[in-house]
T-cell receptor, first 110, second 115 residues
């Protein structure tokens, strides 16, 4: 089986930096993905880490440490529109699908 | 990127009835995925639909309750059968990006309320 744990809620100030953590337990592992979902919207792909280290895409960065079974999503220069739910997801070894984490609801305040 | 549409976008149904949700993709894809998402919760995979073969269901989901069709490489349907209020949820279809399962594109979802 697999499990992915995320903080349920995070609140941060506009313009600040926030880190959303994800710890996972899987049997076999390909990599860690991150998705954003606004209220009433569909999940959208943000980032993928197949190897250890940092991946940067604009204001968003994602990090993976396979040895620690841990990753995080880093959002810089927070904007009000970043208020959304963020999900980490893994593809287990041998699986042809994704398993999603519990999700973190980010609220950006002025 | 793939553009995905779903029909209906929302529906209110009576218990005991069935609803078929359609998912249309603007390009040919090998696998299509059906998820369920309770309000404020994570996404739970129901099944994976491959063209020309039976869908693969996840633990806790059965074909009699959630029959799936995949008649071609751009279209799939999910039926929620003999509905109960516990089936009230958002149902999402998705496809992978050029075979990369880690990168999925999602449809807008179907919001189902069962009374």
């Amino acid at each position: 089986g697999q499990s992915l744990e995320q903080p349920s809620e995070v609140t941060a100030v506009e313009g600040a930096i926030v880190q959303i953590n994800c710890t996972y337990q899987t049997s076999g592992f390909y990599g860690l993905s991150w998705y954003q979902q606004h209220d009433g919207g569909a999940p959208t792909f943000l980032s993928y880490n197949g190897l250890d280290g940092l991946e940067e895409t604009g204001r968003f960065s994602s990090f993976l440490s396979r040895s620690d079974s841990y990753g995080y999503l880093l959002l810089q220069e927070l904007q009000m529109k970043d208020s959304a739910s963020y999900f980490c997801a893994v593809r287990e070894g041998g699986a042809n699908n994704l398993f999603f984490g519990t999700g973190t609801r980010l609220t950006v305040i002025p | 990127s793939a553009v995905i549409s779903q029909k209906p976008s929302r529906d209110i149904c009576q218990r005991g009835t069935s609803l078929t949700i359609q998912c249309q993709v603007d390009s040919q894809v090998t696998m299509m995925f059906w998820y369920r998402q309770q309000p404020g919760q994570s996404l739970t995979l129901i099944a994976t639909a491959n063209q020309g073969s039976e869908a693969t269901y996840e633990s806790g989901f059965v074909i009699d309750k959630f029959p799936i069709s995949r008649p071609n490489l751009t279209f799939s349907t999910l039926t929620v059968s003999n509905m109960s209020p516990e089936d009230s949820s958002i149902y999402l279809c998705s496809v992978d990006h050029e075979g990369y399962l880690e990168t999925q594109y999602f449809g807008p979802g179907t919001r189902l309320l069962v009374l």
